[in-house]
């Protein structure tokens, strides 16, 4: 009875040392190296890839933002307001009536622009958060913002296809253009603050 006790002791004491030193390894040394390696190599992505603007941040390139007015790019609409905090869609169906009567809602907001809205114009991401939208997007928009701004569309068309960003690794993926860096570019351009 002694030997059993001494042993099943011993067996705690070896599962002990080995919970604290796997503990210490994979829950405290193993985060830190990866945090470092990430800090240090992936900087702007472990930081939020940030924008700034006048030394300010203004936003991250992964999250969408409301712009209001026609002076603005939009991006896709927004199941959560861009509320980074609620990111999420509708989860309507296409057949739900709710979601065709948005999409028809949208889709006559947008006739002003003239022309055939493209998907993302009339339909929401799967996060709420989208950055991107499709050049045709951006296409589709810029004669109304080159109005409202006094620039000639040829100037708004350069600085959308500036603004594109191709397939990722050439083939994965679609064109897009992200609308904060877009609408950015309009800020430099025209010399607003």
């Given at each position: 009875?002694?030997?059993?006790?001494?042993?099943?002791?011993?067996?705690?004491?070896?599962?002990?040392?080995?919970?604290?030193?796997?503990?210490?390894?994979?829950?405290?040394?193993?985060?830190?190296?990866?945090?470092?390696?990430?800090?240090?190599?992936?900087?702007?992505?472990?930081?939020?890839?940030?924008?700034?603007?006048?030394?300010?941040?203004?936003?991250?390139?992964?999250?969408?933002?409301?712009?209001?007015?026609?002076?603005?790019?939009?991006?896709?609409?927004?199941?959560?307001?861009?509320?980074?905090?609620?990111?999420?869609?509708?989860?309507?169906?296409?057949?739900?009536?709710?979601?065709?009567?948005?999409?028809?809602?949208?889709?006559?907001?947008?006739?002003?622009?003239?022309?055939?809205?493209?998907?993302d114009a009339l339909t929401m991401s799967a996060s709420g958060l989208d950055p991107d939208i499709s050049p045709a997007y951006a296409r589709l928009q810029a004669r109304t913002?080159?109005?409202?701004?006094?620039?000639?569309?040829?100037?708004v068309q350069r600085l959308i296809d500036a603004a594109t960003t191709g397939r990722a690794a050439g083939f994965l993926g679609e064109p897009r253009v992200d609308v904060l860096?877009?609408?950015?570019?309009?800020?430099?351009?025209?010399?607003?603050?």
């Amino acid at each position: 009875m002694a030997t059993s006790s001494l042993t099943v002791g011993r067996q705690t004491l070896a599962a002990l040392r080995v919970f604290l030193v796997l503990t210490v390894l994979l829950g405290v040394l193993y985060p830190a190296a990866v945090w470092g390696v990430g800090r240090v190599a992936f900087h702007d992505q472990a930081t939020g890839s940030l924008i700034r603007h006048d030394g300010r941040v203004i936003g991250s390139s992964l999250i969408g933002q409301r712009f209001t007015g026609p002076q603005w790019f939009h991006g896709r609409p927004s199941a959560t307001d861009y509320s980074g905090d609620a990111s999420g869609g509708s989860n309507l169906a296409a057949s739900d009536e709710r979601q065709r009567a948005a999409v028809s809602a949208r889709r006559n907001a947008l006739s002003r622009f003239g022309g055939t809205p493209p998907p993302d114009a009339l339909t929401m991401s799967a996060s709420g958060l989208d950055p991107d939208i499709s050049p045709a997007y951006a296409r589709l928009q810029a004669r109304t913002v080159a109005a409202t701004r006094g620039l000639p569309v040829g100037t708004v068309q350069r600085l959308i296809d500036a603004a594109t960003t191709g397939r990722a690794a050439g083939f994965l993926g679609e064109p897009r253009v992200d609308v904060l860096r877009l609408n950015l570019s309009l800020l430099r351009h025209t010399g607003e603050k």
